[in-house]
């Protein structure tokens, strides 16, 4: 069984109200994530788990704030591997971000990481 984000623990080295600060932070603007979410070819439940992992949150979060149980977001998670060819919520930030950068350089966005 692989390891996921979740299994990897963090080291308080800046504080935790300033790790919680920078948790909560979301990584693309609101038109930003319509575009992704379109890219993605996403049903709207899945890519309100990829939003919410992107920020950072637990499987215990997600399912509060999307308002389903635990073991649904666990569903949407593994039917998010399978669709994207990736094996971890790791692996699916990553995905994300590489898509978002290919995206960004072929339109020349201000955005696209160097």
């Known amino acids: 069984m692989s390891k996921s984000c979740s299994d990897v623990k963090t080291v308080d080295v800046?504080?935790?109200?300033?790790?919680?600060?920078?948790?909560?932070?979301?990584?693309?603007?609101?038109?930003?994530?319509?575009?992704m979410k379109q890219?993605?070819?996403?049903?709207?439940r899945q890519a309100d788990v990829v939003e919410h992992l992107l920020m950072g949150h637990s499987d215990k979060q997600i399912a509060r704030d999307l308002g389903m149980s635990?073991?649904?977001?666990?569903?949407?998670?593994?039917?998010?591997?399978?669709?994207?060819?990736?094996q971890d919520r790791c692996e699916l930030i990553v995905y994300v971000c590489?898509?978002?950068?290919?995206?960004?350089q072929a339109y020349g966005c201000p955005r696209a990481f160097q």
Do not use: I
């Open 39 to 44: 890219d993605l070819a996403l049903p709207p």
């Open 14 to 35: 800046w504080g935790s109200a300033v790790m919680e600060s920078v948790m909560e932070k979301h990584m693309f603007s609101p038109q930003e994530w319509v575009e």
């Open 98 to 104: 590489v898509r978002f950068r290919e995206k960004c």
């Open 70 to 86: 635990v073991p649904t977001v666990r569903t949407h998670l593994c039917r998010l591997f399978s669709r994207l060819g990736v």
